[in-house]
């Protein structure tokens, strides 16, 4: 299976997984994978990671020159997921585990693409008998409030584009208790989208711009 085939295929079954465990895990957005990679570099060492992004100093004035106080929240937040990447790589059994995004969150599209690699689901779990989990609950924690009301927007959005581009049964999300469910596929248990048709995946290039950072995957 060449890597193009393998991301794809990694992409339908991890979607259904991550929604799956959406709808059974309110509140929606502390989520278990929720959280988005970043770019790997061809020559990069397993376990080297981009180090936590700090804004610059202005040019001018008595600090010119010299790296601005790492705001924090944000910062905490990208520090907890370099840490449960550097795990995953070292002892969660997928030294390929993509960095994160500046923004901290995980980038589901490629974790899936090395799950498929390595043929382990526990990966998007915190790695073989959960050895990170302990790290990839930290960064949850951590993540920076939400939201709710953008986030269900932005959901609600890429649910009418899906439906606008073909997908007649893609479900809008909703609201309960205060916290997002993903829609998409009307029957999660027993899926009655066909994820690999040519009309889905258009669909989906189509309308991934709709979902704000940290959503992808979820829906």
């Known amino acids: 299976m060449t890597r193009t085939h393998a991301r794809a295929h990694a992409l339908t079954h991890s979607r259904s997984r991550l ?85 901290g969150h995980l980038d589901q599209g490629k974790i899936a693409v090395v799950v498929e690699e390595v043929g382990d689901t526990a990966i998007y779990k915190g790695g073989k008998d959960g050895v990170c989990f302990p790290e990839m609950s930290k960064a949850m924690e951590l993540e920076p409030p939400r939201d709710k009301q953008k986030d269900y927007e932005s959901m609600l959005a890429h649910a009418k584009c899906m439906r606008d581009n073909g997908v007649s049964k893609f479900t809008n999300p909703t609201m309960s208790g205060g916290n997002v469910m993903p829609g998409g596929d009307p029957n999660p248990a027993s899926p009655e989208l066909d994820h690999d048709s040519p009309a889905y995946k258009q669909a989906r290039e189509t309308c991934k711009d709709k979902l704000l950072d940290g959503l992808d995957g979820m829906q």
């Open 19 to 103: 929604r799956a465990a959406a709808l059974l895990a309110a509140p929606v957005l502390a989520f278990a994978v929720a959280c988005g990679g970043g770019d790997g570099g061809g020559t990069k060492k397993a376990d080297a990671i981009a180090e936590v992004p700090e804004e610059t100093a202005p040019k001018t004035g008595p600090q010119a020159g010299q790296a601005a106080k790492k705001p924090e929240g944000k910062g905490a937040f990208y520090d907890a997921q370099v840490k449960y990447v550097q795990c995953m790589r070292t002892k969660g059994g997928a030294k390929d585990f993509p960095d994160p995004k500046l923004s």
